[in-house]
C-alpha cells in the first residue's frame, strides 16, 4: 500500500469547509436521534481508492460513525460490488456523504484510468508515470491515486526535481547552458531536459542530465533516440511525453523508453459512478 499523503488531513478539512460551511441547514431537519444504515456501490468496475479520506470524513463529523471496508486501496471492484458498509446518526452521513463520495469517486476514477495504461504496458520494461496536471489542492491525493493504480510518480512539485522545457532553454541560451545552471545551483537535485528533435537530444546528452523527455517524437524518432542513448558513453533514461493515449502507449513502450508521462491520468478525470444507500430507523 503507497504511503498516505501527509495533508490528507488539511484536504478533509478544506472539503468539508467548503460543503458545509457554518452548517448543514438540510441534516438539521433530520431528529437529532435519527440513525441510519447504508452501504456504497459502485456501478461500474473500477479501482478502489480514497479510503482514508472517507474515513477522515466521517471521523470529523462524528467519530462514532461506523465503517465496515469491503476492499482496499488498489483492490480491483466489479458492477454491483458493495464497497462499505456506514452506520451512525443520520445527521453526520447526511452531512458527509457528498464529500466522501467526491474523494472517493475521483481518486477512484484516477485509480482506475491509471490501472487501464499500465497494464497496456505490461510485459514491457517501460513504466508510466504521471505529470503535475493535477486538481489544485489534490495533488498529493491524485497522485497516491496513481500509485495505487501500479504507476510512477512524476516529480511532486517544482522543487523536488528540475525539468528543464523550451522556455527555460531559451531563457538560458541554449541546452547546455540550462542544464550546466541547473547542476551548478542545485547539484543533489535530478535534472531532466526537454528536446524535440534528435538534434537536441544529442546536445543534452553531450550535457549529462539525469533524464531527457521526448516531446512529441514519432515512433522511428524514439527508436532512433532509444538506439542514441544507448550507444552514448554515459546514456540516461529516457521518458516519452505528448499526445499519448490508451490507443498508441503499448506502442511507445516497445521503441524501448523508460519512461512514459500520461497527463490525461490526472487531468482528463472522469469519476467513478458510486451510489450510497440509506436506510433510516431509530434506537
Given at each position: 500500500?503507497?504511503?498516505l499523503?501527509?495533508?490528507?488531513?488539511?484536504?478533509?478539512?478544506?472539503?468539508?469547509?467548503?460543503?458545509i460551511?457554518?452548517?448543514?441547514?438540510?441534516a438539521?431537519?433530520v431528529?437529532?436521534a435519527?440513525?441510519?444504515?447504508?452501504?456504497?456501490?459502485?456501478?461500474?468496475?473500477?479501482?478502489?481508492?480514497?479510503?482514508?479520506?472517507?474515513?477522515?470524513?466521517?471521523?470529523?463529523?462524528?467519530?462514532?460513525?461506523?465503517?465496515?471496508w469491503?476492499?482496499?486501496?488498489?483492490?480491483?471492484?466489479?458492477?454491483?460490488?458493495?464497497?462499505?458498509?456506514?452506520?451512525?446518526?443520520a445527521?453526520?452521513?447526511?452531512?458527509?456523504?457528498?464529500?466522501?463520495?467526491?474523494?472517493?469517486?475521483?481518486?477512484?476514477?484516477?485509480?482506475?484510468?491509471?490501472?487501464?495504461?499500465?497494464?497496456?504496458?505490461?510485459g514491457?520494461?517501460?513504466?508510466?508515470?504521471d505529470?503535475?496536471?493535477?486538481?489544485?489542492?489534490?495533488?498529493?491525493?491524485?497522485?497516491?491515486a496513481?500509485r495505487?493504480g501500479g504507476?510512477?510518480?512524476?516529480?511532486?512539485g517544482?522543487?523536488?526535481?528540475i525539468?528543464?522545457?523550451?522556455?527555460?532553454?531559451?531563457?538560458?541560451?541554449?541546452?547546455?547552458a540550462?542544464?550546466?545552471?541547473?547542476?551548478?545551483?542545485?547539484?543533489?537535485?535530478?535534472?531532466?531536459?526537454?528536446?524535440?528533435?534528435?538534434?537536441?537530444?544529442?546536445?543534452?546528452?553531450a550535457?549529462?542530465?539525469d533524464?531527457?523527455?521526448l516531446?512529441?517524437?514519432?515512433?522511428?524518432?524514439?527508436?532512433?533516440?532509444?538506439?542514441?542513448?544507448?550507444?552514448?558513453?554515459?546514456?540516461v533514461?529516457?521518458?516519452?511525453s505528448?499526445?499519448?493515449?490508451?490507443?498508441?502507449?503499448?506502442?511507445?513502450?516497445?521503441?524501448?523508453?523508460?519512461?512514459?508521462?500520461?497527463?490525461?491520468?490526472?487531468?482528463?478525470?472522469?469519476?467513478?459512478d458510486?451510489?450510497m444507500?440509506?436506510?433510516?430507523g431509530?434506537?
Amino acid at each position: 500500500m503507497p504511503e498516505l499523503p501527509a495533508d490528507l488531513g488539511k484536504q478533509v478539512e478544506a472539503a468539508l469547509a467548503e460543503d458545509i460551511g457554518g452548517g448543514d441547514v438540510t441534516a438539521a431537519l433530520v431528529p437529532a436521534a435519527q440513525r441510519v444504515r447504508g452501504r456504497v456501490i459502485t456501478r461500474e468496475a473500477a479501482v478502489l481508492c480514497g479510503v482514508a479520506w472517507v474515513d477522515e470524513v466521517f471521523r470529523r463529523l462524528d467519530a462514532a460513525v461506523q465503517l465496515t471496508w469491503h476492499a482496499a486501496d488498489g483492490e480491483p471492484l466489479g458492477a454491483g460490488d458493495v464497497i462499505f458498509e456506514i452506520a451512525g446518526a443520520a445527521r453526520a452521513v447526511l452531512s458527509g456523504e457528498r464529500t466522501a463520495l467526491n474523494f472517493l469517486q475521483l481518486l477512484s476514477g484516477t485509480a482506475t484510468t491509471t490501472r487501464a495504461y499500465v497494464e497496456a504496458v505490461a510485459g514491457t520494461a517501460c513504466r508510466i508515470i504521471d505529470t503535475r496536471k493535477t486538481v489544485p489542492g489534490l495533488r498529493t491525493a491524485q497522485k497516491y491515486a496513481v500509485r495505487c493504480g501500479g504507476a510512477d510518480n512524476h516529480r511532486m512539485g517544482l522543487f523536488d526535481q528540475i525539468l528543464i522545457k523550451e522556455n527555460h532553454i531559451a531563457a538560458a541560451g541554449s541546452i547546455t547552458a540550462a542544464i550546466v545552471a541547473a547542476r551548478q545551483r542545485a547539484p543533489a537535485v535530478p535534472v531532466e531536459v526537454e528536446v524535440e528533435s534528435l538534434g537536441e537530444l544529442g546536445q543534452a546528452l553531450a550535457a549529462h542530465p539525469d533524464i531527457v523527455m521526448l516531446d512529441e517524437f514519432t515512433l522511428d524518432d524514439m527508436r532512433a533516440a532509444v538506439a542514441l542513448n544507448r550507444a552514448h558513453s554515459t546514456p540516461v533514461k529516457l521518458e516519452a511525453s505528448g499526445s499519448v493515449s490508451l490507443e498508441n502507449v503499448r506502442a511507445i513502450a516497445a521503441t524501448g523508453v523508460d519512461y512514459v508521462s500520461v497527463g490525461s491520468l490526472t487531468k482528463h478525470l472522469r469519476a467513478v459512478d458510486l451510489s450510497m444507500r440509506l436506510e433510516f430507523g431509530r434506537d
